[in-house]
């Protein structure tokens, strides 16, 4: 079969391509950048932006399924450059898939979604959308989200998925920001440090979505349905503790209130959206120290009941490869 994926050249994009490559499936990449190491595998690059309705329309012709992947991720940055990423790209896609009769779409959404300003501990997928976001990554990822699962199932049968804190070799945002930061000592336990979170191991993420497609083959009930994909809890300020011993850099013991980070990021964010700077981030954005502090870890049951999804790759041995690894 044809498979299309937008951000295929990216961390869990190219760990989706090469489950869908295993499978004998052709495999056509749509991404800004140029990906030698996708054309090495033989997949069909096209460079292209998610806002560029013609181009997409063309290149998901004959195609029989679409993993929509790609989105800005940031900290900062313009609403409406998230909104044009986010929402207007996954417009686009869903109009692709209209006009050209393709009948599965596998979104990658996050569980941020449904983060407001509280813990989320063991909560499900009835957790609803909170009422407001300081987050405008995840204010227009659930936007993004909402349009996929009302879909008409008869023509479109889409499935959302929410990993969580994705970790794994060839990873360039979340763990090797972490290891610069504490490197330059400017990091710090965030309230109690005892917060739990869900970590996912990036091949056990890939292969959640390669059981999403099978799942909407068999025509299992999962049209228009969200799944939270995660692997946990773990102490969250343990877990990055490890990873830092494991790379020789002193761990982290010192602690900041969370009211005084979270208002510290307030304050950065005021002066930031003052001052017209948006192509850098803030030292802390309120988001970031809600993230750093509370818990965030998921119930997977209906993942594993209606996916027949299960890790296949423990925490332990996915922190073992990680280092295993050359990262920094």
């Not at 830092?244 to 209130?257: F, G, M, N, S, V």
Request: hydrophobic share 40%.
């Amino acid at each position: 079969m044809k498979a299309f994926i937008t951000g295929g050249g990216g961390f869990l994009g190219t760990y989706i391509v090469k489950e869908l490559l295993k499978e004998g499936h052709e495999v056509i990449s749509y991404s800004r950048g140029h990906y030698p190491h996708l054309e090495e595998l033989g997949v069909h690059c096209i460079q292209g932006s998610l806002n560029d309705k013609e181009k997409i329309l063309k290149a998901t012709k004959g195609i029989d399924v679409i993993f929509h992947t790609a989105s800005k991720v940031a900290m900062w940055g313009k609403y409406e450059d998230f909104h044009q990423t986010n929402v207007v790209g996954t417009q686009n896609i869903l109009f692709a898939c209209k006009e050209n009769q393709i009948k599965h779409l596998i979104y990658t959404s996050t569980p941020s979604v449904v983060f407001g300003k509280d813990s989320l501990s063991g909560v499900d997928e009835k957790t609803p959308y909170p009422k407001n976001s300081v987050s405008r990554y995840a204010k227009t990822k659930a936007i993004a989200e909402d349009l996929v699962l009302k879909t008409d199932k008869s023509q479109l049968k889409a499935v959302s998925l929410r990993p969580h804190l994705i970790f794994g070799p060839g990873d360039k945002n979340l763990i090797p920001r972490l290891l610069d930061r504490a490197r330059k000592k400017k990091l710090k336990i965030i309230g109690s440090g005892l917060n739990q979170v869900d970590v996912l191991y990036v091949e056990n993420a890939a292969k959640a979505h390669i059981k999403a497609w099978h799942a909407l083959l068999e025509n299992k009930p999962v049209a228009g349905e969200a799944f939270f994909i995660g692997q946990g809890p773990v102490k969250l300020w343990s877990f990055i503790n490890e990873i830092l011993a494991k790379k020789d850099i002193q761990i982290i013991e010192k602690k900041i209130p969370f009211t005084l980070t979270y208002t510290i990021g307030g304050v950065f964010e005021l002066l930031y959206q003052i001052f017209g700077i948006f192509k850098s981030d803030p030292p802390m954005t309120r988001f970031v120290a809600l993230q750093l502090n509370c818990d965030h870890y998921f119930n997977h049951q209906k993942a594993h009941q209606l996916l027949g999804w299960k890790p296949e790759i423990s925490i332990e041995e996915g922190l073992s490869r990680l280092v295993a690894s050359e990262f920094n």
